[in-house]
Each structure stands twice: as C-alpha cells, then as structure tokens.
C-alpha cells in the first residue's frame, strides 16, 4: 500500500516532466507554420517510421491579420479568440491530424500563446483568421470574450524595458501585446478551457509561449485546472506535457529554476554555446564539451528542453544572437544537431523550416517577418521531392539524412550512459553511449586518424551520417569494431559531413 501511494506520488510528481512519447522514442521537430493536412501526412509517411516521438506545432487558435507587413510569421502570436482557426487549417483539420499522428505513434504538442492577446496598436474590426471582432483600444476580444479588465492595464500599461525588474517583465507588455490579468480567475478559466479542449482532441502537452512573462503561480493555477491526457492514447492518469519558453541566459532577474515546478523550460544557453564552440569564436574548442549539459551552466536535465535553433533566433528575434547556427549554416549545423542528439542532455527538439530571402542590412534581416511559402497568403502544400527531400520552399531539417539517422541513434542509446569520452584537446572528439552507439567528430583543419574504443560489440556496422544500412548493405562509410571494442576512424577536415556515427542497428 505504501508503495503504491509512493508511486503514485512519483508518477504524479514527474508527470508534466515526460512528454508521453510511445515505444522510448527520444525527440520531437517543430513543423513551424505547416498545415495540419500536411502534418498528418508526414506523421502517416514519415515521423512514425523513422521513429519521431512528436510534432511541435504553430499556435492553432485564430490570431489577427496583419496586411503591413504581408502576412508575416508572428501574426500567429497575436491572439484574438481561442477557435481552432488559422493559416494552417481548422478544427476538423487539427482534430484529423491529432487522430492520425496519435495512431502512428506520434504526439502533438502545441505551442499556447496565454500570456497576452494581440498588439495594442491593431486596428478595430474583423482583421482576424476566423474573422472574429477585435478592438484592441478597448480591450475588447468578444469571441473568448475578454474586455478591458480582463488585462494587466491597472498594473503597467507600458512597455517591458527592463529586464531586470520582474515585476515589469510579468506585469508590462511585451513587444505591445495586450498582456492578460492571469491572476483573474475568469482568465485562467478561459485559458485552461481552451487547453482543455486540445487535451480532449488528444494532443500529448504545450510550449507555453513567453513563460517569462507570467508569474510561475499563475502558471500553475492554469495547470491544476487542466484535464488528464486522452485515454484513448495516453494511460490513465497522464499530466499533459509542459515546457515553458524561459529565456534564461543569465544576467536578468528572472531564472529558468522559478519554473520547475511547473514543467521543463527551453533551455536557451544550449544552442548559443553549442554555436560558439562550432563555430570556434571566442576561443572555444570542442574538446570542452567533454563536461556539456549541467556542467555548463544549464538547467539540470531532466528539467531541459533543448534545441540547436528555434523559429525567432534562427531569424535574429528572441536570443541567442549570431553564435546560433541554422540550415543556412548546414555543414555546422548538421554537426551540431548530430551532437545534441547523440549527448544524452535534456529532452530534444529539431527545427524544420521554411527558405525566406534573406536580405541583411547592417547586420539585421530586413525580411525577418516573412511568413510561410504562400499564395496570396495562403500557406503552399509541403510537396515531397522524388529524392524524398520538400518541394515549395519548405526545407524540412528534420528528412535530411544526417538528422533523420541522428533521431534514430538517440532512440536506439535510448537510457545508455555516456561513455568511452575522446578528444585530442582541440576540435576533434568522439564519444559513446554505453554498448549501443559511437560517434566521432572532426572540426579542426587537419584530418582525424585514431583507433578508438567504442564500446560496441564486435562487427562491421554503417555510418549513418555518410548514407545508411540498405538491404544488409552499407551506401556510406563502413566500419570495422574488433573484439577489443576498438575502431579506426579516419575523417578528412574536407569531408563533406566531417563526423561518423554507428549503433547498434546500423550493424550488418
Ligand atoms: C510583433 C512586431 C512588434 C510589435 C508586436 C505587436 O514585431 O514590433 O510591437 O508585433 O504588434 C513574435 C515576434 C515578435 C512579434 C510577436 C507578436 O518575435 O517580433 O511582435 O511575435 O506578433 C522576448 C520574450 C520571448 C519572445 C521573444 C521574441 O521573452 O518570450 O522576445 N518569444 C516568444 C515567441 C515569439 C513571439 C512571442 C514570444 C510573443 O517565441 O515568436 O514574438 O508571443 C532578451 C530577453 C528575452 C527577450 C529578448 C527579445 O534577450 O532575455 O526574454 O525575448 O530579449 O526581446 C542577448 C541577451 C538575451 C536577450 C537578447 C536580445 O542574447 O543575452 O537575454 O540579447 O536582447
């Protein structure tokens, strides 16, 4: 009996910390700004074979309509209601999609935009994806509905120009949004009911969008009023999902740890040094990373989600600055990507994107708003090329061969320890996760020659980074572990991926 209650306790605990993948699968990609019907597909082709344990999707609730610019991406952080009503499809769209990926294995979570509504300045009208009434001066949004004392205005109703002052941060807005009063009952009310409904539809958890700027209690008199996760996919009992966008690089009054009682926090210092040491600015080498994670200066890691680039700084928004490496940047990025998702730190998350003209001047994109691949703003189709890469300008990280064989090696050293730790005390490093998987790196100018043990069972295995294990066959680099565990590994610094992978599926 005793035990049982200490379970209980344990699961109850660690609920909103597990993500609810199915069959141990490791890591989730962002589909910034896809379609649901595309989304459901690639769940039915794509994420369920090769072992994605979940989407991250765009704000699915109605958002303004911004014309000036012309639809840009951020539109979709500007709520108006809480309908299922968007550029990326309906509610009969996203429920089709949830049933869908749910039955191949794969999980949605959903990004909740619940700390304000939209900018103060969008003018009165139905300028909105669902056409619903906003007049922002009045604080009006009669479709949740929300009116003038629904918001923080009492408190601050200026702007967030100190990030050293908490109570600016959580009270003032954010870049004008209209920032909700989530310590009114009724808001959390109406917050909790439209998470609710997603929860019922069967979605596994949410980002909550600028966790920052809500107070952490707040947060969690939203969380207690929501619903247990959908039986007919989760078990009994299952805590949705949570991690909180916290950007917590140091320096500001807000910590990422005020949030831990809630659920998981991004973990923004993961992709901004693991860019620096990639990229080798201020003096940074690779054989630093030997203790990465904790050791670094990050959250503990089973309170981490963590991510080389996400959709504001792999544009210059949000934070990271330009250490953070993205797919314009692809052979560091592929580098960067295959170490995070090999080191057993933090829950993962993949990019996938979409191509924009970059147009910089002095040093800013100007075309840093530019939304999703579209016709007269309506969002294109992610077509699928022969070569199995995307059509229409979708650039689809996540199906590149690097990445899709990285997201299966995290899933096959799945609970492996980090082990067998190499470097030459520059840029060339490898490492293992116990007897399952090995990787090895070469970012220096010079070529990597080294026999190395792997810790793997003897056998001639494939290298996933230079092609795959086909029919019995390697279409990559082959190598050969003796019965010593030890390997020879030679990787030219002009290689066109100067890294090699191995486990224990990619073995003949
Ligand atoms: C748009 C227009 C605005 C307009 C507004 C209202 O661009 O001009 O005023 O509409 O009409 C996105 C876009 C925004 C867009 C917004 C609404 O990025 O441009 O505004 O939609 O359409 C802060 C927040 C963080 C937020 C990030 C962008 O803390 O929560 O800004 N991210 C999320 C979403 C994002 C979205 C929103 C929130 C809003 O992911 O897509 O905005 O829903 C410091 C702070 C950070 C702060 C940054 C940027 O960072 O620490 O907390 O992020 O500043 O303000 C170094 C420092 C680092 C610092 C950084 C930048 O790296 O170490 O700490 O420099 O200074």
Redesign the pocket.
């Known amino acids: 009996m005793k035990f049982v209650l200490l379970l209980s306790l344990i699961g109850f605990c660690w609920a909103q910390y597990d993500p609810h993948t199915s069959d141990g699968r490791t890591a989730i990609v962002h589909l910034f700004e896809w379609r649901w019907v595309d989304i459901a597909k690639e769940c039915e082709r794509y994420l369920g074979p090769k072992g994605f344990g979940g989407v991250q999707v765009s704000p699915p609730n109605e958002n303004v309509v911004v014309n000036n610019p012309s639809r840009p991406w ?2 979709r ?2 709520p108006i209601s809480y309908k299922i009503c968007t550029r990326s499809g309906n509610e009969d769209e996203f429920r089709d999609m949830v049933t869908r990926c749910n039955n191949v294995g794969v999980r949605i979570y959903v990004d909740a ?1 619940i700390n ?1 509504m939209c ?1 103060s ?2 003018p009165a009208g139905t300028s909105s994806t669902c056409g619903s009434y906003l007049n922002p001066n009045n604080r009006e949004f009669p479709a949740v509905p929300y009116s003038a004392w629904d918001f923080n205005d009492n408190k601050c109703n200026g702007e967030i120009n100190n ?1 050293n002052d908490a109570y600016q941060v959580r009270n003032c807005r ?4 209209l920032d909700l009063a989530l310590e009114k009952d009724y808001v959390r009310t109406k917050v909790a009911d439209y998470m609710n409904h997603l929860i019922d539809i069967g979605v596994a958890g949410f980002r909550l ?2 966790a ?2 809500m107070w952490p209690g707040d947060i969690k008199a939203v969380l207690d009023k929501l619903h247990n996760l959908n039986t007919k996919w989760f078990s009994q009992g299952s805590r949705p999902f949570i991690f909180q ?1 916290v ?1 917590d ?1 140091g320096g ?1 009054a807000i910590k990422g740890s005020e949030y831990f009682g809630n659920g998981r926090v991004t973990e923004f210092k993961f992709g901004a040094k693991l860019g620096t040491v990639i990229r080798k600015w201020n003096g940074e080498k690779m054989s630093y990373l030997k203790n990465w994670g904790e050791g670094w200066g990050m959250v503990p890691s089973d309170r981490a989600l963590v991510f080389v680039d996400n ?2 700084n792999q544009r210059g ?5 330009s250490s953070i490496l993205t797919f314009w940047d692809a052979r560091m990025y592929k580098m960067a990507v295959g170490f995070m998702l090999a080191h057993p730190y933090g829950f993962t998350r993949v990019m996938s994107s979409y191509r924009w003209n970059r147009n910089f001047q002095n040093g800013k994109d100007q075309n840093d708003w530019i939304g999703p691949p579209n016709n007269n703003g309506v969002t294109k189709e992610v077509t699928i090329n022969p070569d199995t890469t995307c059509g229409n300008d979708w650039v689809c990280e996540h199906r590149w061969r690097q990445i899709r064989n990285m997201v299966a090696f995290r899933n096959v050293v799945n609970g492996q320890p980090f082990a067998n730790w190499w470097d030459n005390n520059s840029n060339q490093v490898a490492f293992g996760r116990g007897n399952r998987g090995f990787i090895v790196f070469n970012n220096d100018d010079w070529a990597l020659s080294e026999t190395l043990q792997t810790g793997l069972p003897a056998g001639t295995y494939c290298d996933v980074i230079s092609g795959d294990k086909v029919d019995g066959n390697c279409t990559g680099l082959r190598v050969n572990v003796g019965s010593d565990g030890k390997a020879h590994f030679s990787i030219s610094n002009s290689a066109e991926d100067p890294f090699i992978a191995i486990h224990a599926d990619s073995k003949l």
């Open positions: 951020w539109e952080y500007q935009v304000h900018g300045g969008n990030y954010l870049s004008g949004l969008d600028a920052k700027h966008e950007i690089l500001e959709h504001d928004h949000g934070a990271g600055g």
